[in-house]
């Protein structure tokens, strides 16, 4: 019998022929993530005794979740970071207002083919679209892992995601991955190791393929891939850090089970408060009014997704009762939204840019809503008070339809605003 994607890169790590879901295997992680939380990380690492990192090298630090600053607390969390970084001699620092950690570890190179990926957020399932066994871990084990430079990982089930069709207009990963979600639910892939395959995702570009890895965290998944190829390999020259071998499942292996989906007659799907697998197609709930519409994160602030939203509000204003805010996930996606004027769209038509982190969307400051009010998002979460206001809702739907909600000022379906079949 062959092995999944998550055996055989774990099997390698720990240096075993073959190894067994349940089974739990001694690694060295190839990459350690961190981001604003990383002051308490360091607390953590210098109560264990510790005193320098096992290897500054495989270390990245990224100022994403509240930057810049909202409080003093925030910016004595940064210095502490900063200084940290300078004692140790971490290399790979970025600094506020350079982008939201995920999106840095695969457009900066550092998710590889075949690594193992350790990382203090759940999100960080992400670099499995570069072909990564990619987790997320506490702070306590990112500690550890800096002391000693090892970790105990349990060998997970795999579920297997068959894709097929072409997508009807206006419906992107976004709607897939809802789809996958509302149909297993929040626990569906629990500490399973999710693969996403056919030729729907083969025809995906490197943005769209993102989101389905970065959403899998939302089925309780313990990391997501999709199995590298030639458009992989490509956006990887010139990128890399490091060389790598790249690691595919066998066709021979044995999946814990398989998923089906046909993407041919997906309607734009949303999750609605307050869970992630309350998913409905959007015209269940179209009508509902909304105040604020949100466009950014790891999962959709990506060019592809500002250009989306560039293209509908073109030449159109947000209605009188939205507000809208736009945060690209990187500054080098903001330098090219700049240069290919989707920038320039989106403000015409009254949308604020902020600077590229993760902003509202986890109640930190740049846009959390007062009590009673509605927002769209393109996030990944929408539990109450996860924007940082208890009594509000969330709404999570793609770029497209976030923004033909913000002109409309209730949610609805994109081709309702700029015409053509829906």
């Known amino acids: 019998m062959g092995m999944t994607f998550a055996e055989k890169v774990l099997a390698r790590h720990a ?32 109560k264990m005794g510790a005193e320098t990192v096992f290897d500054a090298s495989r270390l990245v630090i990224v100022l994403d979740h509240a930057t810049p600053a909202p409080t003093t607390k925030h910016a004595d969390n940064h210095r502490r970071i900063r200084a940290f970084v300078q004692e140790q001699g971490i290399g790979n620092f970025y600094k506020i207002g350079q982008g939201i950690c995920h999106q840095i570890m695969v457009e900066e190179g550092h998710a590889l083919p075949g690594e193992v990926i350790v990382g ?34 349990r060998v997970p089930e795999s579920l297997r995601v068959e894709v097929k069709g072409e997508f009807p207009p206006y419906t992107q990963a976004k709607d897939l991955a809802l789809r996958a979600i509302g149909k297993l639910g929040a626990d569906g892939a629990l500490y399973q190791s999710v693969e996403w395959h056919g030729t729907t995702v083969a025809a995906m570009d490197i943005s769209q393929r993102a989101v389905l890895t970065n959403m ?10 999709i199995p590298p190829d030639g458009l992989t390999l490509q956006y990887l020259e010139g990128r890399a850090k490091r060389p790598f071998d790249v690691v595919s499942p066998d066709e021979d292996a044995n999946y814990a089970e398989r998923l089906e989906i046909d ?24 009508g509902t009014p909304i105040h604020q519409a949100f466009l950014g994160t790891c999962t959709n602030g990506r060019l592809e997704d500002l ?12 209605h009188p009762r ?39 969307c986890m109640g930190n400051h740049m846009g959390v809503p007062a009590e009673g009010e509605v927002t769209i998002s393109t996030a990944n979460r ?26 409309a000022g209730e949610i609805t379906h994109p081709a309702e605003v700029v015409g053509g079949s829906s």
Request: hydrophobic share 45%; charged share 20%; proline share 5%.
């Open 382 to 407: 929408n539990f109450r008070g996860r924007m940082g206001t208890q009594e509000s809702e969330i709404y999570l739907a793609s770029p497209a339809v976030v923004a033909a909600s913000a002109i």
């Open 120 to 153: 203090a957020d759940s999100h960080t399932t992400h670099a499995g679209v570069m072909g990564a066994f990619a987790v997320g871990i506490g702070r306590t084990e990112i500690a550890s892992v800096w002391a000693i430079g090892r970790i105990w990982l």
């Open 263 to 286: 993407v041919s007659h997906l309607r734009p799907m949303i999750a609605c408060p307050h869970s992630v697998d309350h998913v409905r197609p959007v015209e269940e709930i179209a």
């Open 307 to 318: 250009a989306v939203a560039a293209e509908i509000l073109e030449g159109r204003r947000l």
């Open 322 to 360: 939205t507000r809208m805010i736009v945060i690209p996930a990187s500054a080098r996606i903001y330098l090219e939204a700049m240069k290919a004027g989707y920038l320039e769209t989106l403000i015409r038509a009254g949308a604020v840019i902020g600077t590229p982190g993760c902003g509202p």
């Open 216 to 225: 899998m965290a939302e089925m309780g998944a313990k990391n997501a891939v």
């Open 15 to 46: 240096e075993k022929k073959q190894v067994q879901p349940g089974e739990i295997v001694e690694i060295q992680p190839d990459v350690a993530l961190s981001h604003d939380n990383t002051a308490a990380i360091i607390g953590i690492f210098q």
